[in-house]
């Protein structure tokens, strides 16, 4: 199996902050990557695919970047809704695997 | 638009099967552009991929290793639905269980989740 290691785990930041997450794959996934946003006692909505496309409907200050191993997540500006934790996932290969999370509060 | 509703119970005893359905609404459990998935999630386990379904000239299901020896997903044309089943099951598969359509392999509809406790 690929193993995804997210990082930090949690972090605290100010409205309007530029928050930045970072996922690491145990091998290369070329840009078979995506994350998601779970909102305390919701479902995991998708934000990000193929590392950098943003889905539908998800508000432009969400970016993604990275190839092959190493990959970001970037809130260019926090807003109190972004509130969540965020989690990678690859899709390079079956099984797919998800990151450990990271949970996002505001200072 | 994609729904996705699941149903089954949320108690289970140890050593039972787990047995959980998810009808969908919007699409076709044929659709072969689409694959049908069942995720997990827990505190100890985070998300976990436990497998799909899908249709490409025929059926077909792959499974994560987790799990393997003792899952099946199957579809069901006739109710255009599609199902979970898991043996042999410990506290430690006590989870929310949600069903997922994807597309691409990235999960876009989701069931609005299911908490399976294994409990005696």
């Known amino acids: 199996d690929i193993q995804m290691t997210q990082s930090p785990s949690s972090l605290s930041a100010s409205v309007g902050d530029r928050v930045t997450i970072t996922c690491r794959a145990s091998?290369?996934?070329?840009?078979?990557l995506a994350w998601y946003q779970q909102k305390p006692g919701k479902v995991p909505n998708l934000l990000i695919y193929?590392?950098?496309a943003l889905q539908s409907g998800v508000p432009s200050r969400f970016s993604g970047s990275g190839s092959g191993t190493d990959f970001t997540l970037t809130i260019s500006s926090l807003q109190p809704e972004d509130v969540a934790t965020y989690y990678c996932?690859?899709?390079?290969?079956?099984?797919?695997?998800f990151g450990g999370g990271t949970k996002l509060e505001i200072k | 638009q994609v729904q996705l509703q699941q149903s089954g119970p949320g108690l289970v005893k140890p050593s039972q099967t787990l047995s959980l359905t998810c009808v969908i609404s919007?699409?076709?459990?044929?659709?072969?552009?689409?694959?049908w998935n069942w995720i997990r999630q827990s505190p100890s386990r985070g998300l976990e991929w436990l497998g799909r379904?899908?249709?490409?000239?025929?059926?077909?299901?792959d499974y994560g290793v987790s799990v393997k020896s003792r899952i099946a997903i199957d579809p069901d044309t006739s109710k255009n639905q599609f199902s979970l089943q898991l043996t042999s099951v410990t506290p430690e598969d006590t989870a929310v269980y949600y069903c997922?359509?994807?597309?691409?392999?990235?999960?876009?509809?989701w069931g609005q989740g299911t908490l399976v406790t294994v409990s005696s």
């Open positions: 997922a359509r994807d597309r691409g392999r990235v999960f876009v509809h």
């Open positions: 919007g699409d076709s459990v044929s659709n072969s552009s689409a694959a």
């Open positions: 379904t899908y249709y490409r000239s025929k059926w077909y299901s």
């Open positions: 091998q290369g996934i070329s840009n078979y």
């Open positions: 193929a590392a950098s």
């Open positions: 996932q690859q899709y390079n290969s079956a099984p797919f695997t």
